[in-house]
């Protein structure tokens, strides 16, 4: 088998980088306000004793998760799952995209979980077409939750909606937060190769999370609160900061339970 040409995988790879880099500068740019709202909601919660959760199924469960538990974060947010979901934990890993279709999973979660009113729920979803972001968004509002979507508005605009309002999960939040990623999540392609590649979505999505706990962070500090905020347990000290962290906001923190 013939060697490729040695500048072709850097060529690609500085495609890749540059096509990113320019999705961030968008996000950068043309979110700002939504980052500033949805940040504005997680303080206000945490400063009203409220809890903060996050959701996705499948790849958008990564910058869901992401921003649980995680050093440099805020201690109070949790990871709302859904089993057979999260990730890619399911054989066959079809499975999981099946059950994102399905009714009800949805309420069912949200009912057996600590959710409540004055919560916030950022719902992560890239297409935002399918039944249990939509299902999540409606069922959290219900209950007097304020819903963030993360999503690319692109998918509202160019396919159909698959849950029966005919709605996408953009349509049933309080905030949105547009991540720009183009249809089918891919922003390569090579003459070579039959099928565009390399996704972005995770990277970008990622990037708006934080952004909006940083956000945030910075809210609260400006308002005299001090952010509960996570250390790395790898620094020294950083155990022991956490575990007075945990303690003192052990009543709105539910991966320690």
Not at 192 to 219: E, G, N, R, Y
Not at 234 to 244: F, L, S
């Amino acid at each position: 088998m013939s060697e490729p040409p040695a500048d072709r995988p850097g060529e690609l790879s500085d495609r890749y980088f540059d096509a990113a880099i320019a999705l961030l500068h968008r996000v950068r740019d043309e979110e700002t306000a939504g980052i500033r709202a949805a940040g504005a909601a997680v303080a206000d919660a945490i400063a009203a004793g409220n809890r903060v959760f996050v959701f996705g199924a499948g790849h958008s469960s990564l910058p869901a998760q992401d921003v649980v538990y995680r050093a440099g974060g805020l201690a109070v947010v949790n990871l709302l799952a859904v089993p057979g979901v999260i990730g890619i934990d399911v054989m066959p890993a079809t499975l999981g995209s099946a059950l994102e279709r399905v009714e009800g999973l949805a309420g069912a979660t949200l009912d057996t979980s600590p959710a409540r009113a004055g919560d916030v729920l950022f719902v992560i979803s890239l297409s935002g077409r399918n039944t249990l972001p939509v299902e999540m968004a409606q069922n959290a509002r219900a209950l007097g939750m304020t819903v963030v979507a993360v999503t690319s508005v692109a998918y509202a605009e160019q396919t159909r909606s698959r849950h029966a309002s005919g709605t996408f999960l953009k349509d049933n939040s309080d905030i949105v937060l547009d991540s720009k990623i183009a249809i089918g999540d891919a922003e390569l392609t090579d003459e070579d190769i039959p099928a565009p590649f390399a996704p972005a979505s995770t990277v970008v999505t990622s990037a708006l999370m934080q952004a909006v706990m940083a956000t945030a962070a910075t809210d609260l500090a400006r308002r005299g609160l001090t952010p509960p905020m996570i250390r790395s347990g790898n620094v020294d000290g950083g155990h022991e900061w956490n575990g007075r962290v945990f303690e003192e906001y052990r009543e709105r923190i539910f991966f320690r339970h």
